[in-house]
Every structure is written in structure tokens, then in C-alpha cells.
């Protein structure tokens, strides 16, 4: 097959959705012509699966019992169809979907984990962004297959993170990645493991701020309200994520520590002789973006300006700007190192200083 | 090495340090505040340029004390901090301190018979008290008075005390006199990776003690001492060399060493 093409496998039992593939792979021809859209019965691809195609991404039904194919029908549902899958395909990403509205699917498919399926789709959302998402993600999870036997330098570059972050990123890679015997070499020692990189990518680095920040993550950490950040987007794109993934994401990301370059510039840029500059990039930002007062990032609780990070309200779980002070630790939130605490906003009657 | 020199070595030095502090797994786990505020400071202190640039660590990081029964029963800590600025090739500020906070429950403490003269007495009893505060400094703060330009300082002026306040409470006690800002006395120059270093290595802290063993961290620490340490014993060593050849000569007016050390020409 060649480089640029690009086989999905969608299993289904009900061969109504059939032409749904094709509607999927026409719309996706129209970024790259060598995508083909292979749509199976479950029984049907049980079949062939040993056969070991170059398969790039699977997409599977939830419910695959209902129908039958040549008199036989799948007894199982769509997770145990994964396992069959992850057998024979160890490195070839699987998402999930279930027909079920929006509001539903995460009930749905609540008992599927995060390490079972890759993703969980609607099927309205195949309908309406499947060619974008499904095209891009198998695309990137390719990208992985290609890259693992390189070594971890360059999956890391996969990202391009900014320079300082990379040891970082290193060493929170899980450590079936860093052994001996997976680097450098592609074996059956490495089967599995581009997921466990691509997991570690969607489930951690994209997902928990500390690298990679969010809109008011990024407004936040620059001093800023989001609406001072959103006037002022352009400027912040040399430091929007654009490796791996990032085409399908639903809310844009920024390298906190490339945001922090940029306002270094600008204050550079814009310095005169002489005068002296905070040291506090947050106060730099006033500078270099001839902030006004009601630009700047205001704490939910006192008011003060300059918050130090991001905090959830107990009462509705809106995030909010806070200082450290005005927060206390989350005990339910999971710490991981390298990457920021979600802080629970104290209640805005209560003395912060309490 | 000549002084532009000098101070672009300083200035990477401290660039090195905030990265360090920024990718320390010891630092993360101690305090997140801490790698997050290096960050922030590393990236304004890397695009200045060598001629001029300013350091100042403010907020103050802020380092819990543990294991200790003295300061940790009611949650005690260490809060560091400074500012250096270089302007035109010119060191024109230098300075770094460290408050030691410690929290009371005075009820309690009174059982152990720990209670400091302050908390005894209702009208000065707090629920945090600066119990120490270092003060190291280079340059003259009074110049009608003979001081030395490298200097310790016990208490002075407490620019933290905002700081400390907002991080724990406005209930604060600071009864080492802010306005008293003498007797200095002659003191190497440390910095504060060589002010960390020497703090953590005394105290326990929630910076795991093998932050100290890295070989990075180990290296950064030479290099400080290299750098703001050597110049100081130097002059202290040509002070005697001095003093031995010019020793007996009626002409020659020996000087002290303190005399020397205040002099201007005396830079560190």
C-alpha cells in the first residue's frame, strides 16, 4: 500500500449503514483519494481476520448481535469484538460508537474504558465530522506506526514540543516505551505500544493541563482575561499545538512555555532603553500587550489580579481564574507530575486568607 | 574574566537554574507553584539580553518544613526570594533572603511549654511569626556608613510580608523591626541556588532530599560558588598577601579587613 493510503474497517451488523461508508469514504477521498472504507458484518470480517491487512483504524459498532449474516450472527457486543480485534491487530486503533444521541452515549458506553476503545463516537458525529476525525486520527495513529521503530526522540518530535519540555515528556512516557528492548528495534516486543504512546498523547498530555493549555489555562498563565487572549489570537499562533492529533481536536491548545516566549518577544520588541521589565511574565503580558485593566486576569474569589492558575467551582464545576490561595487542593482530582493540579475555588464569602 | 563577562555567566547560570527548577520531578511534587513561577521568570530572563536584565523571584517560593517537631506540628516554612538586576554591564541590585515562618497554636504549644515571649502576650500572639529573616545583599544601603558591600543582614525589611500574609494569613507577626537595617556584616556573596542549597541540606523539607544529589543540581552549585564565591576569597586572600609585604612599612597605613571589604572598588 502506499504511504498516503489509508484502509478503515468499519464492523457493523446492520448492513443499512452500508452506504453510510461510502458516504464516509467519498467525503474523505476528497482529502486524499487512496482512503478506502471497508464496511464488514462482524461474522464477516471474523472471517477473513487472520489475513492480517494493512488496517489502519477500526470502527465499531457497540451493538453487533442483532443481525445476522449468511444465517450466523455475532453473539457477543462491540467490546468483546474489540478484544478479537486487538488480538490480530495489535497496533491498529479501535474506536467504539453507538448509535445513541449525544446525551446518551457516555451512559452508553460508560463501561467500555478508555484503555478498551480508543475513542467513542456517536453516530450522528460519524455523519457529521467522521470523514474530518476518522481520516486525521488514522492518519496520525499511522504517523506513530511509522515512527516507533525511530526511537522515542523522534515520537516525541511527533509532538513538536518546545525544546525545554522534551526531557520532561520523557520521562512521563510510559515505561514499556523507555525499555531496552523496544528501542531502536521493531518486534513483536513493540506490538501494542504506539497505542500506549497515542494514549498517553489523547488521555494526559492533551488532556490535563500542564504542557498544553486550554483557552483560559493559556489566558490565565499570561495574565489575561479570555476575552484579551481571543482579541489577541493571532499572535499567540507559533504557539498552538500542531503535532499529532491536534486536527481534530475540539477546542484549540498552546505550549504554555511557547506563550510565555512569545510575550517575551513582543516585550522585547517593544522596550526601550533602559526601562526595567517585571520579571513575572504575567506582568510582562500587561506590557507587552498595552493590557487595560480589564484585560487582566481577575482571581473568582478576591478579585485580586494576577491569578496563579485555574480552579473548578464545587457548586457547578465551572473553571475559573484563582490564585493558590484562593484554592485549596482537589482530593479527588488524580496528581500526576509535570502537570497542573485542577484547584477547588473557595466559596467567594469565605476569607480567602483562612 | 572581565566584568561583561562575568555577568553573562551569571546570567545564564541563573537561566540553567529556572530550568532546573522547572523540570525537577522533587520541585513538581514539592510545590507546583514553584516550577510554574521558574518557568515564567527562565523565559523573560532568556530573551533579555546579557547587557541588561532583571531577575526578580516574586512571589516568593515558598518551601514547607517537615520533619521536625519544632516546625512541623503547626505547619512551619521557608520563604525565598531576591532580585538582581544588571543594567548597562552594571550589577545595579543584588539581593536574596529568607524568611523562616513558623504557625502557632498557642493553647496547644503552652502543654510543651514552647511559647515564644510574642505569643505569650495577647496583643502580639499570631497565628504565623517570621521567627527568622536572612538578608544577603551586595552595595551600600547607607552611605554616610562604613558597611560592606557583601553583607549578611539579620531581620531588615521584610518585602515578603505581603506575600506571606496572602499565602497564609493577615494574622502575621514580624516583630524583627523592619525599619533597622544595620549592623551588616561582611558575608559572601551567595546567590540562591548556593541559598537553597545550603537550606535544604539543613532542613527537611518537601523537597526530597535527593533533589540535592543530582548531578545537575550538584553542577549548578559549583558553578555559583565558582562564580559569586571565588572573587570574594580572593580579595580576602590579596588583603593578606598585602598586609604580609606592607607589614613594618611606616608609610603604608594598614587597613582592616573590613575596611577593605567596604570599600568600593570592592564589587562582587
Given at each position: 500500500m502506499k504511504n498516503d493510503s489509508l484502509l478503515i474497517v468499519w464492523i457493523d451488523d446492520d448492513l443499512d449503514h452500508s452506504p453510510d461508508a461510502d458516504i464516509l469514504q467519498e467525503k474523505m477521498m476528497k482529502f486524499n483519494e487512496n482512503v478506502k472504507v471497508g464496511f464488514y458484518h462482524p461474522e464477516a470480517f471474523r472471517r477473513k481476520i487472520e489475513e492480517k491487512e494493512d488496517i489502519d483504524l477500526f470502527l465499531v459498532d457497540d451493538k453487533l448481535?442483532?443481525?445476522?449474516?449468511?444465517?450466523?450472527?455475532?453473539?457477543?457486543?462491540?467490546?468483546?469484538?474489540?478484544?478479537?480485534?486487538?488480538?490480530?491487530y495489535p497496533d491498529v486503533p479501535v474506536y467504539i460508537f453507538s448509535a445513541e444521541p449525544e446525551s446518551k452515549i457516555y451512559a452508553d458506553l460508560a463501561y467500555i474504558s478508555e484503555r478498551e476503545a480508543d475513542s467513542k463516537l456517536t453516530y450522528d458525529a460519524i455523519q457529521d465530522r467522521g470523514h474530518v476525525i476518522l481520516y486525521y486520527d488514522a492518519l496520525d495513529y499511522k504517523r506513530i506506526r511509522n515512527t516507533i521503530s525511530e526511537g522515542l526522540d523522534k515520537l516525541i518530535d511527533l509532538l513538536s514540543p518546545p525544546n525545554i519540555e522534551k526531557e520532561k515528556i520523557r520521562d512521563l512516557l510510559p515505561d514499556i516505551?523507555?525499555?531496552?528492548?523496544?528501542?531502536?528495534?521493531?518486534?513483536?516486543?513493540?506490538?501494542?505500544?504506539?497505542?500506549?504512546?497515542?494514549?498517553?498523547?489523547?488521555?494526559?498530555?492533551?488532556?490535563?493541563?500542564g504542557f498544553l493549555y486550554d483557552l483560559l489555562y493559556s489566558a490565565t498563565a499570561i495574565g489575561m482575561t479570555k476575552e484579551a487572549f481571543k482579541q489577541r489570537i493571532e499572535k499567540?499562533?507559533?504557539?498552538?499545538?500542531?503535532?499529532?492529533?491536534?486536527?481534530?481536536?475540539?477546542?484549540?491548545?498552546?505550549?504554555?512555555?511557547?506563550?510565555?516566549?512569545?510575550?517575551?518577544?513582543?516585550?522585547?520588541?517593544?522596550?526601550?532603553?533602559?526601562?526595567?521589565l517585571p520579571s513575572d511574565i504575567r506582568k510582562l503580558s500587561v506590557y507587552a500587550f498595552d493590557l487595560k485593566e480589564n484585560d487582566i486576569a481577575e482571581c473568582a474569589v478576591c478579585k485580586g489580579k494576577f491569578p496563579d492558575t485555574v480552579g473548578i467551582r464545587p457548586q457547578d464545576g465551572k473553571k475559573e481564574p484563582v490564585h493558590y490561595r484562593c484554592s485549596d487542593e482537589n482530593?479527588?482530582?488524580?496528581?500526576?507530575?509535570?502537570?497542573?493540579d485542577l484547584r477547588i475555588i473557595k466559596s467567594e464569602g469565605a476569607d480567602a486568607n483562612e | 574574566m572581565s566584568e561583561q563577562k562575568y555577568l553573562a555567566e551569571f546570567r545564564k547560570l541563573f537561566i540553567d537554574f529556572l530550568k532546573h527548577m522547572h523540570t525537577s520531578k522533587e520541585v513538581y511534587t514539592a510545590n507546583k507553584a514553584i516550577p510554574n513561577y521558574a518557568i515564567s521568570l527562565y523565559s523573560t530572563l532568556k530573551g533579555a539580553d546579557d547587557d541588561s536584565w532583571y531577575l526578580r523571584i516574586d512571589p516568593p517560593w515558598i518551601v514547607p518544613i517537615t520533619e521536625d517537631d519544632y516546625f512541623e506540628r503547626y505547619g512551619s516554612y521557608l520563604v525565598i526570594g531576591g532580585e538582581i538586576q544588571v543594567e548597562e554591564r552594571k550589577l545595579r541590585k543584588y539581593n536574596f533572603y529568607v524568611s523562616m515562618v513558623r504557625n502557632s497554636n498557642s493553647s496547644e504549644e503552652s502543654k510543651h511549654g514552647y511559647l515564644s515571649c510574642c505569643e505569650k502576650d495577647a496583643r502580639t500572639r499570631a497565628k504565623s511569626r517570621i521567627v527568622r529573616r536572612f538578608h544577603f545583599d551586595t552595595g551600600k544601603g547607607i552611605p554616610e556608613i562604613l558597611e560592606p558591600r557583601s553583607h549578611i543582614q539579620f531581620g531588615g525589611i521584610c518585602h515578603e510580608e505581603q506575600a506571606i500574609r496572602e499565602y497564609e494569613g493577615v494574622d502575621l507577626h514580624y516583630c524583627l523591626d523592619n525599619k533597622i537595617r544595620i549592623p551588616r556584616f561582611p558575608y559572601p556573596p551567595i546567590d540562591i541556588v548556593i541559598l537553597l542549597d545550603i537550606l535544604l541540606r539543613q532542613f527537611k523539607t518537601s523537597i526530597d532530599r535527593s533533589f540535592l544529589e543530582k548531578p545537575e543540581w550538584l553542577k549548578l552549585v559549583r558553578r555559583s560558588e565558582d562564580l559569586r564565591l571565588q572573587r570574594y576569597y580572593s580579595r580576602i586572600n590579596e588583603y593578606y598577601q598585602g598586609k604580609k609585604t606592607n607589614e613594618g612599612k611606616k608609610r603604608v597605613k594598614l587597613k582592616t579587613l573590613f575596611e577593605t571589604l567596604c570599600e568600593n572598588e570592592c564589587i562582587f
Open positions: 448481535n442483532r443481525h445476522r449474516f449468511e444465517g450466523e450472527r455475532y453473539r457477543g457486543k462491540g467490546i468483546s469484538y474489540i478484544g478479537l480485534v486487538r488480538e490480530n516505551l523507555k525499555t531496552s528492548e523496544f528501542q531502536g528495534v521493531r518486534t513483536e516486543a513493540v506490538a501494542g505500544r504506539s497505542l500506549d504512546f497515542a494514549t498517553w498523547v489523547r488521555k494526559a498530555l492533551m488532556k490535563k493541563p499567540f499562533e507559533p504557539a498552538l499545538y500542531t503535532g499529532i492529533f491536534s486536527k481534530t481536536l475540539v477546542d484549540r491548545l498552546w505550549w504554555k512555555t511557547s506563550l510565555f516566549d512569545i510575550v517575551v518577544e513582543k516585550a522585547k520588541e517593544k522596550k526601550e532603553n533602559k526601562e526595567k482530593p479527588e482530582y488524580t496528581k500526576m507530575l509535570f502537570f497542573d | -
